[in-house]
């Protein structure tokens, strides 16, 4: 493998250090083990396709955990630990709990001044609503997410700072006035196309069952059980909730389309591919899965030979500089690193299981291993356990 390919994987691990760099002792300590490592093994042959993209990478990452989002910036701040009155829009199938509802909202007007902002609203005390109802509060009170209490404890601010939230909203049915639909727009209807599929899924299997299928194949874990997470953790299989929906479907469209011409048949795949990653709402493991299977299908269609680890390094850099923050979203980080250890790590496992073994259990099991192995210490400092 030409090592000029590996200069954006050098340069995207580096500024993926740099922004880690003000952010934690450990990924402080990792990025300095990074430089060392890359100094000494490889300065002598390939010191020009090293430590430039490295040294130019850390300081990227820097300016960019400088100056990434933060709820200071945003123009909700201001109303912060106080009750205004708000529209908001409803954008994401809502949540009903025992005392109240939850839901994806985007503020549309606060105190009067026309806003955007997205946020995560609750209300309690049972008012009526579906997705895309514009809502009206006489007040709802502003408040930004938990932040990490004790050490090692989930860090709720920061989570949601990697999806662009930067704060909650808070308030009661009773001061609830009213809702009127919005018009449709190409994002309204893939907001109100998740929500028919979450509904099919709800009505054709068991609770528990729909829960793991809309996590799966829509990306929505909020209905998932506590219990049902930790059997995923504990079997290593955190992967599977991170972009994996996208890649079966490619998968089974693949064989249904298998007879027809390839350019039509790939082009097929793209365009389903970027309407269900719209349908999905685009989180970070989705825009992951989704650029790569786009420019490896190109690359198909192309008869281009795909890098698999390049189109890795490409996105991973674009999503860094478009949002730091992302470093703090469990699903980037799973996706990421579990893909990461697939493409550098199968070949070796393959080839390592006896030649009698099926082909199928053999690709099987190196899958699996190669995402676990690349996962595992995320998994690790995150959980506490492997």
């Not at 709990?97 to 902002?117: C, L, P, S």
């Not at 909203?169 to 196309?193: E, Q």
């Not at 693949?254 to 970027?274: D, S, Y």
């Not at 478009?322 to 393959?350: K, M, Q, W």
């Amino acid at each position: 493998m030409d090592d000029l390919n590996r200069v954006l994987l050098n340069f995207t691990l580096a500024v993926l250090a740099g922004v880690f760099l003000l952010k934690s002792t450990l990924a402080y300590v990792a990025a300095a083990a990074i430089l060392l490592v890359s100094y000494i093994i490889v300065y002598r042959r390939y010191r020009r396709h090293v430590v430039l993209p490295i040294t130019v990478g850390l300081a990227l990452g820097i300016i960019l955990s400088i100056h990434a989002p933060c709820a200071e910036q945003r123009p909700l701040y201001p109303y912060v630990g106080e009750k205004v009155p708000c529209k908001v829009e409803v954008a994401s199938v809502p949540v009903r709990k025992t005392d109240y509802v939850k839901f994806n909202g985007i503020v549309r007007e606060a105190n009067g001044v026309t806003v955007r902002e997205n946020v995560i609203v609750y209300v309690y005390g049972g008012a009526d609503f579906k997705v895309n109802d514009l809502l009206t509060f006489e007040q709802i009170k502003v408040k930004q997410p938990q932040q990490q209490m004790n050490f090692g404890s989930f860090d709720y601010r920061k989570y949601l700072s990697g999806r662009r939230v930067f704060f909650t909203l808070s308030g009661n049915a009773k001061n609830f006035s009213g809702c009127t639909p919005c018009r449709l727009s190409p994002r309204r209807m893939a907001v109100r196309a998740n929500a028919w599929l979450c509904d099919r899924m709800e009505k054709c299997f068991d609770k528990n069952t729909a829960a793991v299928l809309k996590g799966i194949f829509l990306g929505d874990k909020t209905d998932i059980s506590e219990q049902v997470i930790e059997q995923f953790r504990n079997s290593g299989l955190s992967h599977v909730m991170a972009g994996l929906h996208l890649t079966i479907l490619v998968m089974l469209l693949g064989i249904l389309l298998k007879r027809l011409p390839k350019l039509l048949k790939n082009g097929i795949l793209v365009l389903a591919v970027i309407c269900f990653a719209f349908i999905t709402g685009f989180t970070a493991s989705v825009v992951r899965a989704s650029v790569m299977l786009i420019m490896l299908t190109a690359a198909d269609t192309f008869y281009r030979e795909g890098d698999s680890l390049t189109n890795l390094s490409l996105i991973g850099l674009v999503m860094l500089i478009s949002n730091p923050n992302v470093i703090y979203d469990a699903s980037f980080v799973l996706s990421y690193s579990s893909t990461l250890g697939i493409i550098c790590i199968y070949p070796h496992f393959r080839d390592a299981f006896p030649s009698w073994m099926p082909a199928w259990l053999r690709d099987g099991l190196s899958v699996t291993l190669s995402a676990q192995i690349g996962s595992l210490p995320f998994l690790v400092l995150d959980y506490g356990q492997f």
